[in-house]
Structures are given as structure tokens and as C-alpha cells.
């Protein structure tokens, strides 16, 4: 399949290289001329505008934005609409919040534009590997473009999930048990680490990452976090946040569902920039190994 990128950040990189390898035509765009350059010597082919990537990609155009939350998103869409007609398909994989999605969706459907809001998860080396989508929108837009979906995914990674807005919501929601995850990790290696035992912290991950019931990605993140640094030294315990977790707990308190957990861990996250801890280098640890994610200043 032929289609665009628009932003080339750690994922939208990664998944224009992901889509090279199987085989489809994807076109780059990013504002800054130097990303664009970055790509191109890696095989994938550019566009150095709008208006170029629009017009290589002929008659049935398909664009996907990796782009930050927000406003970015809003001023790109309205740069793009100009040059896109009847059945052209717009893709948010970004993380965008889901009630934003449907008012976008909305206004391209008024254009015969088809949106799909796609959350996608599995980090860095998922974007490259393997990710995983959570796919709502245009059934119509999907149906052409599945086929991308599940190349660009891991084995069973993707899915449907209906009307415009869904893909983020849960995708939110993922983030939203994201932040309880990790606190939770954090928390307990907080124990570990003020006990008065001297733990290999790197042996007891190993351990836990193979057959324990908290086996998990994140165990095995921190594993090799704690194979450089027993002390996670560079990290400064201060964790900050891309938005998600907020979100989650205002929709659930919108639709009064009590969620103590997730709250508790992004009022955490707030107080980590005040109150720099332990816990907060553990979370920065597993953040920075699944997303790169860089540190906060203070």
C-alpha cells in the first residue's frame, strides 16, 4: 500500500521503517528537514511539504499522523483538507484524547473524509517490530486499510473497536492501567530497596520475568535497567506525563467509576517533580526502556 507519514518522532520513525521492510510505499513528511533527511538515507522516500506528499500519493490518499496530542493535530488536518477529496483517509495513531477524535472525525466525515483514531502501544521496539493498534473510526477506512494494520502489527496486535473515538478511548484506558502498573512496580521495589537485605535487584527481575505471576514486559524492562545500575543511577526520580492518565481519570469520574488505583498513581507522578523518590526512578526506568521517554528537569 501507498502511503503518507506525518511526523517522524521515535515512533513515527520506527514505523515508517517497519512498513519499508514489508513492503509498502510509505512517503515522510516531518516539519523539520533534518528528520526528513535522517529517513531518506535509510531507504524510506520523502516528501519535503504538504502539498508534495499529497500529490505523490495520487488518487487514493492514505495519511497517517504520529504527532503530539492536540493542537498540532488540529493544524495539520486543516493544512491537509485542501488537498484531499471524497474517500481519502486521515489515521491518528498518535495519543489523542478520545473526544477530540470524534469532533475530528465529525468534521472530515461533513468533507467525505474517512478518520480512523488508532492508539498504538509497544513502544520504541514495537513501533519497529511489531506494534499494536487499537483501531475505531470509518469501518469503510479500516477495511482498506487493515492490511497495513496487521503488517505493521505483532501477531493478533490489532483490532476493530467501532465508532470514532474508541481506538483512543482505549487506548487512554491502557495508559490509564499503564500508570497503575508501574507505580505499582515502583512501590515495591521501594520496599525491596529500604529493606535491610542486600537484593540483587537485577537476579530478583530475572526471577519474576520468568513464570511469577507479575511476569510481565515491564519486569523484564526493569531487569535490564538494573543490569547497568543497581542504583539506577542517571535517573532522577521525578516522572513526567504524556497526558493519558489524567484523561483516564477524568472520563471515570465523568461516568462515576471509582478507579483509586490510576488516580493514586498519577497524583504520584505530580509529586514526584516536587518530591523526587525511589519509586519515581523505578517508573522512569520502565518508561525510558519501553518509550524512550526523556527525563524531567526540575
Keep these: 500500500?501507498?502511503?503518507?507519514?506525518?511526523?517522524?518522532?521515535?515512533?513515527?520513525?520506527?514505523?515508517?521503517?517497519?512498513?519499508?521492510?514489508?513492503?509498502?510505499?510509505?512517503?515522510?513528511?516531518?516539519?523539520?528537514?533534518?528528520?526528513?533527511?535522517?529517513?531518506?538515507?535509510?531507504?524510506?522516500?520523502?516528501?519535503?511539504?504538504?502539498?508534495?506528499?499529497?500529490?505523490?500519493?495520487?488518487?487514493?490518499?492514505?495519511?497517517?499522523?504520529?504527532?503530539?496530542?492536540?493542537?498540532?493535530?488540529?493544524?495539520?488536518?486543516?493544512?491537509?483538507?485542501?488537498?484531499?477529496?471524497?474517500?481519502?483517509?486521515?489515521?491518528?495513531?498518535?495519543?489523542?484524547?478520545?473526544?477530540?477524535?470524534?469532533?475530528?472525525?465529525?468534521?472530515?466525515?461533513?468533507?467525505?473524509?474517512?478518520?480512523?483514531?488508532?492508539?498504538?502501544?509497544?513502544?520504541?521496539?514495537g513501533a519497529r517490530n511489531g506494534a499494536n493498534f487499537m483501531i475505531g473510526g470509518s469501518l469503510k477506512a479500516f477495511k482498506k486499510t487493515e492490511q497495513l494494520f496487521k503488517d505493521l502489527s505483532v501477531k493478533g496486535g490489532y483490532a476493530y473497536f467501532g465508532k470514532a473515538g474508541s481506538g483512543h478511548f482505549v487506548k487512554m484506558v491502557h495508559n490509564g492501567i499503564e500508570y497503575g502498573m508501574m507505580q505499582a512496580i515502583g512501590e515495591g521495589m521501594d520496599v525491596i530497596d529500604s529493606s535491610n537485605f542486600n537484593i540483587n535487584k537485577e537476579k530478583l527481575c530475572s526471577v519474576w520475568a520468568n513464570g511469577s505471576v507479575i511476569r510481565s514486559w515491564l519486569i523484564e524492562l526493569l531487569k535490564e535497567a538494573y543490569s547497568k545500575s543497581q542504583t539506577l543511577k542517571g535517573y532522577t526520580g521525578s516522572v513526567g506525563m504524556s497526558g493519558e492518565g489524567e484523561w483516564t481519570v477524568k472520563t471515570a469520574k465523568r461516568l462515576k467509576v471509582n478507579i483509586p488505583i490510576i488516580k493514586g498513581s498519577v497524583n504520584a507522578r505530580k509529586l514526584s517533580i516536587r518530591q523526587p523518590s525511589y519509586q519515581g526512578k523505578v517508573v522512569q526506568a520502565l518508561r525510558y526502556g519501553f518509550g524512550r521517554h526523556k527525563q524531567v528537569k526540575r
Excluded: W
Design 1 to 125: 500500500m501507498k502511503f503518507g507519514i506525518i511526523g517522524l518522532g521515535k515512533m513515527g520513525h520506527n514505523l515508517a521503517l517497519n512498513a519499508r521492510d514489508h513492503h509498502h510505499h510509505v512517503i515522510a513528511y516531518n516539519r523539520s528537514q533534518e528528520k526528513i533527511d535522517q529517513i531518506s538515507k535509510q531507504g524510506v522516500d520523502t516528501a519535503y511539504s504538504l502539498q508534495e506528499l499529497c500529490e505523490r500519493l495520487g488518487k487514493q490518499k492514505v495519511i497517517m499522523l504520529m504527532l503530539t496530542a492536540g493542537k498540532p493535530i488540529d493544524l495539520t488536518i486543516q493544512s491537509l483538507v485542501p488537498y484531499l477529496k471524497t474517500g481519502d483517509i486521515i489515521i491518528d495513531a498518535g495519543n489523542s484524547f478520545y473526544e477530540d477524535s470524534i469532533r475530528r472525525s465529525k468534521m472530515l466525515a461533513r468533507k467525505g473524509i474517512l478518520f480512523l483514531d488508532s492508539g498504538t502501544s509497544g513502544g520504541v521496539d
